[in-house]
């Protein structure tokens, strides 16, 4: 069973040597990332006893008990900003992806296929009144990432948000590094100021058609199938990560009903070929100045039911993520911000 109650209030994040082959130790963290709401970080260790044969209850035989390999867990709720959502992505997409260009800076994030390059973290969390309710979890991985925003209404915001599924080696006690902040500058990616392109999948995704005043929500998962890798040793903690299966992601785009979005979705996936529609997408959401948030992905299309938002029947678009050679993945985030 997991060992945790305690609730942590500060994240922080520091990107670890290695890769999910060879995590490298614990470092210390290096800024701050806001979250939504308290995180739990969790330690299961598959504590047991043995069934003796003794006439009485097992567990009144003492020293029988003991404890099996580790595996540390949490769940990361926050909002997805320009200036921090890579540290996010490089524990579930590609590591070491190097910025292009100069203030502002491009970095494009595939969720790559065959050997992968993520970069595990050290993620440190803990109220700030005691040390003993701090602690961190080591070469932790994101596992299960989703990511979108809800039904755009008025009034209201509706942010793109994210929910980080992680992994990790081991939860330690240990105390948060002083004195860090957030990055500079942050600023939340909105739903409302996101566009929709798409088009066929031999069109190139920077030429895809923009299907203007469309979008009314959109929201994808993106599932990494990670498993911690132990052997026999004189430890009991996993060296290095796996994978269960093979890669997956999902999404769901509500649109307007329009005679392009009947032809290009409804009427895709409704084709008498009786083969599967795929299109390529492209969500793009402006920021202030330069900043700019991107997700490309193909689509393979699996359902097109109705829905309503208040009191407008719209096209609720789900799918599969397939691979595109273009993308070397499935799909594939493109951020530019200042930070360098």
Same mark, same amino acid.
């Given at each position: 069973?997991?060992?945790?109650?305690?609730?942590?209030?500060?994240?922080?994040?520091?990107?670890?040597?290695?890769?999910?082959?060879?995590?490298?130790?614990?470092?210390?963290?290096?800024?701050?990332?806001?979250?939504?709401?308290?995180?739990?970080?969790?330690?299961?260790?598959?504590?047991?006893?043995?069934?003796?044969?003794?006439?009485?209850?097992?567990?009144?035989?003492?020293?029988?008990?003991?404890?099996?390999?580790?595996?540390?867990?949490?769940?990361?709720?926050?909002?997805?900003?320009?200036?921090?959502?890579?540290?996010?992505?490089?524990?579930?997409?590609?590591?070491?992806?190097?910025?292009?260009?100069?203030?502002?800076?491009?970095?494009?994030?595939?969720?790559?296929?065959?050997?992968?390059?993520?970069?595990?973290?050290?993620?440190?969390?803990?109220?700030?009144?005691?040390?003993?309710?701090?602690?961190?979890?080591?070469?932790?991985?994101? /596992?299960?990432?989703?990511?979108?925003?809800?039904?755009?209404?008025?009034?209201?915001?509706?942010?793109?948000?994210?929910?980080?599924?992680?992994?990790?080696?081991?939860?330690?006690?240990?105390?948060?590094?002083?004195?860090?902040?957030?990055?500079?500058?942050?600023?939340?990616?909105?739903?409302?100021?996101?566009?929709?392109?798409?088009?066929?999948?031999?069109?190139?995704?920077?030429?895809?058609?923009?299907?203007?005043?469309?979008?009314?929500?959109?929201?994808?998962?993106?599932?990494?199938?990670?498993?911690?890798?132990?052997?026999?040793?004189? /430890?009991?903690?996993?060296?290095?990560?796996?994978?269960?299966?093979?890669?997956?992601?999902?999404?769901?785009?509500?649109?307007?009903?329009?005679?392009?979005?009947?032809?290009?979705?409804?009427?895709?996936?409704?084709?008498?070929?009786?083969?599967?529609?795929?299109?390529?997408?492209?969500?793009?959401?402006?920021?202030?100045?330069?900043?700019?948030?991107?997700? /490309?992905?193909?689509?393979?299309?699996?359902?097109?039911?109705?829905?309503?938002?208040?009191?407008?029947?719209?096209?609720?678009?789900?799918?599969?993520?397939?691979?595109?050679?273009?993308?070397?993945?499935?799909?594939?985030?493109?951020?530019?911000?200042?930070?360098?």
């Amino acid at each position: 069973m997991a060992g945790s109650e305690n609730v942590f209030n500060i994240i922080q994040i520091g990107a670890q040597s290695g890769t999910a082959y060879s995590p490298g130790s614990a470092v210390a963290a290096t800024f701050k990332l806001p979250v939504e709401a308290p995180v739990a970080f969790e330690l299961d260790r598959a504590s047991q006893f043995a069934a003796w044969d003794l006439g009485r209850n097992a567990r009144n035989a003492p020293g029988s008990g003991f404890h099996g390999l580790r595996q540390a867990s949490a769940t990361l709720p926050a909002q997805v900003r320009f200036e921090d959502i890579a540290a996010l992505l490089e524990m579930h997409c590609a590591g070491g992806v190097v910025a292009s260009g100069v203030g502002p800076y491009t970095r494009i994030y595939p969720f790559e296929v065959g050997t992968p390059t993520l970069i595990p973290a050290t993620i440190q969390g803990g109220n700030t009144d005691t040390s003993q309710s701090q602690a961190r979890l080591v070469s932790a991985l994101i /596992d299960t990432l989703t990511i979108g925003f809800p039904d755009i209404v008025v009034p209201g915001a509706q942010p793109w948000t994210v929910s980080a599924g992680i992994i990790a080696v081991d939860r330690e006690i240990s105390a948060v590094t002083g004195s860090l902040s957030a990055r500079t500058g942050l600023e939340t990616v909105q739903g409302h100021l996101t566009r929709l392109y798409e088009g066929t999948t031999g069109t190139a995704f920077a030429a895809l058609a923009e299907l203007s005043a469309t979008l009314k929500s959109f929201t994808m998962t993106s599932n990494r199938f990670l498993a911690l890798r132990a052997y026999g040793s004189a /430890d009991d903690k996993a060296i290095r990560f796996g994978f269960k299966q093979m890669s997956a992601c999902t999404f769901e785009a509500k649109v307007g009903i329009s005679a392009d979005t009947k032809t290009d979705f409804h009427d895709v996936w409704n084709s008498s070929g009786g083969a599967l529609g795929e299109r390529r997408m492209r969500l793009q959401a402006a920021g202030s100045g330069t900043k700019m948030f991107t997700v /490309d992905f193909r689509s393979g299309i699996t359902a097109v039911p109705w829905d309503d938002i208040d009191g407008e029947r719209v096209y609720k678009v789900t799918g599969e993520m397939v691979d595109d050679s273009t993308l070397n993945g499935l799909w594939q985030a493109t951020i530019v911000n200042s930070v360098a």
